[in-house]
Nanobody, 122 residues
Framework: QVQLVESGGGLVQAGGSLRLSCAAS????????MGWFRQAPGKEREFVAA????????YYADSVRGRFTISRVNAKTTVHLQMNSLIPEDTAVYYC???????????????WGQGTQVTVSS
């Protein structure tokens, strides 16, 4: 079993920055991909960013490309999401996920964290 714990969420003004972190423990798989998704109230969960096990293949959603940066450290069991130039539309619960295959859809990830709230005020 894999456990994922997110941290770093909070309230920030538009234009500000936040850094989310996700630590994996338990039966961790350094060869697994890790991704971030988000879900705003009344909306479907959507893909944000993902990184493969070696860190050399990265995907971003069009809505965050150029503003968000995903990275992984610590023997590939920790992933960060640096979020800059935040806008109110970025407000959502952000979820970390890990799975055997790098992808942009939620079903490709087997393990999920509990989520961390990000609120961007205008």
């Amino acid at each position: 079993q894999v456990q994922l714990v997110e941290s770093g969420g909070g309230l920030v003004q538009a234009g500000g920055s936040l850094r989310l972190s996700c630590a994996a423990s338990g039966r961790t798989f350094s060869s697994y991909a890790m991704g971030w998704f988000r879900q705003a109230p009344g909306k479907e969960r959507e893909f944000v960013a993902a990184i493969n096990w070696s860190g050399d293949i990265i995907y971003y959603a069009d809505s965050v490309r150029g503003r968000f940066t995903i990275s992984r450290v610590n023997a590939k069991t920790t992933v960060h999401l640096q979020m800059n130039s935040l806008i109110p539309e970025d407000t959502a619960v952000y979820y970390c996920a890990t799975g055997a295959k790098l992808g942009r859809t939620a079903y490709e990830y087997a393990y999920w964290g509990q989520g961390t709230q990000v609120t961007v005020s205008s």
